[in-house]
């Protein structure tokens, strides 16, 4: 009963081993390919430049004549309620 726990043991920590091994390669693999990539689109980028298009920014500050319009609505309903 115990050699048998035990060659269940070893065989886990063998399977457990080669799993992990498996994964962290394929990681590897990634991580390179990745970065492998990375320098081809920058070297393409190069080639092949995009246009970027200039989008003007808004103004985040409201028109001076909005809040006072905003002020006079606020007024008059107060007025007649």
Avoid: T, Y
Wanted: one cysteine or more; proline letters at 1%.
């Amino acid at each position: 009963m115990m050699e048998q726990f035990i060659l269940h043991l070893e065989e886990g920590s063998v399977l457990l081993g080669i799993g992990m091994g498996v994964v962290f390669g394929f990681l590897c693999i990634m991580v390179f390919a990745m970065k492998g990539m990375s320098i081809i689109v920058k070297w393409l980028n190069q080639l092949f430049p995009e246009e970027v298009e200039v989008v003007e920014k808004k103004s985040a500050k409201k028109n001076v004549s909005e809040d006072e319009a905003i002020a006079v609505a606020i007024a008059v309903a107060r007025a007649q309620g």
